[in-house]
């Protein structure tokens, strides 16, 4: 709980520190950076099938799925912007013991 005390602030620090700065120079960087947290369902297809998160946590008392993406690059050009994305969802399930995690 604390790392995303810790994600959420940084998170707001950004927005407030981009605020500003886009506040005094009106003109484009070259530069671009994005995040989000969220949630969802984590459903994906795979072999002609849909899995999600929920097959493995079948029976288990799990905790919601969380969702965080990243990105941050440069802009070549105005219709060519070259960079750097990352995604992750985690979910965790218990059944007395042992617990079960699963990362993508």
């Known amino acids: ?3 995303l005390f810790v994600f959420a602030m940084v998170v707001i620090l950004t927005i407030v520190i ?3 700065s886009f506040a005094e120079d009106h003109t484009k960087s070259k530069l671009y950076i994005g995040f989000g947290v969220g949630t969802g369902d984590g459903e994906w297809g795979a072999n002609g099938r849909t899995e999600s998160f929920d097959d493995y946590f079948e029976g288990l008392d799990s905790s919601p ?3 965080f993406n990243f990105g941050v690059g440069g802009i070549i050009t105005p219709n060519l912007h070259l960079g750097f994305d ?5 979910q965790q399930g ?3 013991r042992p617990s079960y ?3 993508v």
């Open 101 to 103: 995690d699963t990362d």
């Open 1 to 3: 709980m604390r790392k």
């Open 94 to 96: 218990t059944k007395e």
């Open 86 to 90: 990352a995604s992750a969802i985690r």
């Open 65 to 67: 799925k969380v969702t």
């Open 18 to 20: 981009s605020g500003v």
